[in-house]
């Protein structure tokens, strides 16, 4: 089967987060299995572009309505990622430092599909499917199902995987022209609540829907930031597969990154050397245990109340707990969590940014890392710690609640019920108790680098969506 992916994101060469995890593994795995799967996305000015080595494949215009811009596709040309990566070049659109967050991301995100569908529309073959991630892709199904330039794709399977239902991508009606034509009676398809919403679009049109963990897909048939509806409507047509992770990126036994690398027989030694390593550089306290926050700051993931937590359990443990946070997002958080060093120097420190590696270091070095999410669609950090030694505390929602078990009915992690700084405060006092019994820690730790959440089986189950 020939899968073409179409992704916002795909690690190494872009992520923002769990989206580039998931394209930058899922077509490597499908491969793996026999497929062909391609990934096509937005040529961003990366250091991933400047390092590598490119052929052009198509050369061409895009226009926006009336504006004309110039279009070059580029293929990596060792397939070094495990599968056929083409990036979608647009003059003065795609060529941005960052991937999101600029005042015409509707425009970048509009003529990167066109581009993309306007290059594959001209191949000798079809694809049997086109696999599109979030809203910034989610014009897809409705373009090639209706647009009349794309009349021959349109009995090409489309299948949209929500990755994240917060974020939808609307835009109004004044930008319609955008759009190749089609019959003006559809656009009931593009819209939602009085804009165009390329999420809600997606969720119409492609033909099947997937959701990246079981209990997401049951989450936002009542929490969906206005697409409960929809997504209860079109529930037939859609399945929770939860993600995995990459083996040969995440594998304590391997990871480059580490200051020393481990593997089950021998975490004790192995999270002992690279939390002294990390302590040492951030000023902490390697006997004591080290807590920890990676991710987006943002209120999703909880991290307003991370302030008054921290604060709390800094004060109320008397030194005797660690916290190092890396992330970045809402200013107002970043300043709260960095003025905390003033107070708490010695025990707690931040790295306010994006660190691809740091975050790797933190992963093996930590004991528990704290995930109080109100919203997690699956969630990729808590695997990541599973497979590192490092014990979640999470929220019981989405896919948290699909991996993590706690240790009270037999498990290896720590949950609770609420986003409130009593409960994630209750689960660091039960955290610095469960660390004071070694023996307990090490067997858990092992037990849980021993689960498997690799990209095989997700992997299958996607090839199985498609067939359907
Ligand atoms: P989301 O996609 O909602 O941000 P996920 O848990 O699905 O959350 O994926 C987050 C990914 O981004 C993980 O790989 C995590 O390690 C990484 N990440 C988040 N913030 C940072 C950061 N500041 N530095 C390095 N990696 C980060």
């Known amino acids: 089967m020939e899968i073409i992916h179409l992704s916002a994101e795909c690690y190494p060469v872009a992520k923002v987060g769990g989206l580039g995890d998931v394209v930058g593994a899922l077509p490597k795995y499908q491969n793996k299995l026999g497929h062909i799967a391609k990934v096509v996305m937005p040529a961003y000015r990366s250091k991933f572009m400047q390092e590598n080595e490119f052929e052009v494949v198509y050369d061409s215009w895009v226009a926006l309505g009336a504006q004309n811009y110039p279009v070059r596709i580029f293929r990596e040309k060792t ?8 990036l979608v070049h647009i003059d003065g659109l795609t060529d941005r430092e960052k991937v999101y967050g600029y ?19 001209q191949w000798e073959h079809k694809p049997d499917v086109i696999h599109t991630h979030d809203h910034h892709t989610g014009l897809i199904p409705f373009m090639t199902g209706n647009c009349e330039r794309y009349k021959r794709l349109s009995n090409v399977p489309t299948v949209l995987t929500i990755h994240n239902a917060q974020y939808q991508g609307q835009f109004g009606w004044d930008k319609l022209h955008y759009l190749p034509a089609f019959d003006l009676w559809k656009s009931g398809l593009l819209e939602w609540k009085n804009s165009i919403n390329p999420l809600a679009s997606a969720i119409k049109c492609a033909w099947r829907v997937s959701t990246v963990s079981p209990s997401y897909l049951e989450e936002i048939s009542y929490h969906a930031n206005g697409l409960e509806s929809l997504l209860a409507s079109e529930r037939g047509k859609s399945a929770g597969i939860l993600n995995g992770i990459d083996n040969d990126v995440w594998n304590p036994e391997k990871d480059p990154m580490l200051q020393k690398n481990f593997a089950f027989r021998t975490v004790d030694s192995g999270k002992k050397a690279n939390k002294a390593a990390l302590c040492a550089v951030f000023n902490l306290d390697p006997a004591k245990p080290l807590f920890t926050f990676i991710g987006r700051l943002v209120g999703e993931k909880g991290a307003d109340l991370l302030p008054d937590i921290f604060h709390n359990a800094l004060a109320h443990s008397h030194g005797n707990i660690n916290i190092l946070v890396l992330g ?11 003025q905390l060093k003033h107070w708490f120097g010695g025990n707690y420190n931040t790295y306010i940014g994006y660190n691809e590696q740091l975050s790797h270091q933190i992963y093996a070095g ?4 704290l995930m109080p999410s109100r919203v997690e669609p699956c969630g990729l950090n808590q695997m990541y710690a599973l497979r590192y030694g ?3 505390i999470v929220r019981r929602i989405g896919g948290l609640k699909d991996t993590v078990v706690d240790i009270g009915d037999g498990g290896f992690g720590i949950c609770h019920d609420q986003t409130s700084v009593w409960d994630v405060g209750n689960a660091i006092g039960r955290a610095y108790g469960l660390f004071q019994d070694k023996k307990q820690v090490k067997e858990i730790r092992k037990y849980m ?5 690799s990209w095989d089986r997700a992997a299958q189950q996607y090839i199985d969506l498609y067939q359907m």
């Open 390 to 392: 490092t014990i979640p």
């Open 366 to 369: 930590a004991d528990f890392l």
């Open 103 to 121: 005042h015409d991301d509707t425009e970048r995100f509009i003529a990167y599909q066109i581009a993309a569908l306007d290059w594959i529309n």
């Open 328 to 338: 970045s997002g809402d200013p107002v958080i970043e300043s709260r969590l960095e």
């Open 79 to 86: 397939n070094k990622l495990g599968f056929d990566l083409f």
């Open 449 to 453: 680098m021993q689960l498997d959440h």
